[in-house]
Nanobody, 116 residues
Framework: QVQLVESGGGLVQAGGSLRLSCAAS????????MGWYRQAPGKQRELVAT???????NYADSVKGRCTISSDNAKNTVYLQMNSLKPEDTAVYYC??????????WGEGTLVTVSS
């Protein structure tokens, strides 16, 4: 059973930074991609960033230039560094992973609140 555990959320002022972590139970080489999604109150869950096993990244237009997704394979962890945070970045952030066989897993989320 795959578990994804997010951490690093919290309350931050606009313009501040946070680094989210997603720790996987076992090797992340099982996944052909991992990513971060977010869901703001009353809105649908949306893509923030993805990282493929080959190192390719993809970002939502709303976070390009402000967020960086990366991984530490030795720690089985994927990170999302978020800078220049805005109030509209307030959401629950979810870690997501897809295996080579197409099975998708989700973490339980970590709340990010950006105050103005």
């Amino acid at each position: 059973q795959v578990q994804l555990v997010e951490s690093g959320g919290g309350l931050v002022q606009a313009g501040g930074s946070l680094r989210l972590s997603c720790a996987a139970s076992g090797s992340i080489f099982r996944f052909n991609y991992m990513g971060w999604y977010r869901q703001a109150p009353g809105k649908q869950r949306e893509l923030v960033a993805t990282l493929t096993n080959g190192g390719n990244t993809n970002y939502a237009d709303s976070v390009k230039g402000r967020c960086t997704i990366s991984s530490d394979n030795a720690k089985n962890t994927v990170y999302l560094q978020m800078n220049s945070l805005k109030p509209e970045d307030t959401a629950v952030y979810y870690c997501n992973a897809r295996t080579w066989g197409g099975v998708i897993y989700w973490g339980e989320g970590t709340l990010v609140t950006v105050s103005s």
